[in-house]
């Protein structure tokens, strides 16, 4: 049993809900890949990079291999028609000003305040793990289950940024840590396709951005990123991390907003009932808990 728990521990690394407060801020400066910073802006998550990075990704807008100065993951509501996602996208980083050239964009309908935050210097390189993440379209991947005929926006997006020297099988290697942790976050968590309740290893619509700076600042060469290695094992521990903490983060908010619908909905039963129900609660007390009672988010989060 001890066993067990220590395993379990060795997974777990420091996360940081940034903006989840109300007063929480708007800016955050890696501790790890130094000029590496995280905004939410109106409708955004930015990541920008000091200086131009080597990248892989599947992201809808800039996706695959490449440099990235800049990443985007903008917020769309649950409803969003997304027949052209990546004219959409094209058009919003216009509207925010963002050179079109050397950024990756992704979609995410998960409200912003729950982005988690993970990072580690593990001596050899400086790693960055931003994740927001739902799971109400989780599925299994080797399952039949219905398929998709258009985009949908993300539901589990990562963002990882690592400082330091990788090749590029390296980050390809990267990519399916990455991969091979969230699903176990997901298996921890107990999380199952709703089509055939078997355990979940992602949902239908992830995606993921690995930016590597190329630094030489660290003496290390890595060309792998496998569970062996120190890169990977870092690497694994933030994702592993950061998408349980944005989960939970979710689903307490959840919670709270059904909670509260509840309430809103059980002080307006009294209401209507008038002066006097039949449980003798007057219509004057009734009116206590109901301006106590902070607004419902319809999104799950905050408003």
């Known amino acids: 049993m001890n066993e067990a728990k220590e395993v379990q521990e060795a997974k777990v690394a420091k996360v940081k809900l940034p903006f989840k407060a109300e007063d929480g801020e708007k800016t955050y400066r890696s501790k790890v890949w130094p000029g590496l910073t995280l905004e939410w802006r109106e409708g955004h998550l930015l990541v920008e990079f000091p ?22 993951n903008q917020y769309v509501s649950r409803d969003y028609e997304c027949s052209n996602p990546v004219q959409d996208l094209e058009n919003k980083l216009q509207e925010w000003g963002y050179p079109l050239e050397g950024c990756a964009g992704l979609m995410t309908a998960v409200p912003l305040e729950h982005a988690a935050v993970a990072e580690e210097d593990t001596g050899s390189a400086g790693i960055f793990c931003c994740v927001t993440a739902a799971a109400g379209n989780a599925a299994r991947a080797g399952s039949k289950r219905s398929v998709l005929a258009a985009y949908r926006p993300g539901t589990i997006n990562i963002m990882l940024g690592i400082d330091g020297w ?17 699903a176990a976050a997901l298996a921890d968590l107990g999380i199952t396709d709703s089509e055939n309740g078997l355990g979940a290893t992602g949902t239908t619509t992830d995606a993921i951005v690995i930016a590597v700076s190329g630094s030489r600042r660290y003496a290390a060469e890595h060309v792998y990123a496998g569970t062996a290695t120190d890169l990977g094992g870092a690497i694994g521990r933030l994702v592993y991390s950061a998408v349980t903490e944005s989960l939970r983060s979710v ?12 309430a809103l909905q059980a002080v307006h039963g009294v209401e209507e009932k008038g002066p006097q129900d039949a449980h003798g609660v007057d219509a004057e007390a009734s009116q206590a808990p109901r301006s106590a009672l902070p607004r419902v988010s319809q999104s799950g989060g905050r408003e």
């Open 51 to 72: 200086a131009e990075a080597d990248s892989i990704s599947s992201a809808v807008y800039g996706g695959g291999a490449g440099r990235l100065k800049r990443a985007v």
């Open 251 to 262: 689903k307490a908010a959840q919670s709270q907003s059904r909670a509260e619908a509840e």
């Open 166 to 182: 990788l090749s590029q099988s390296a980050m390809v290697n990267a990519v399916m840590t990455a991969t091979e942790a969230k």
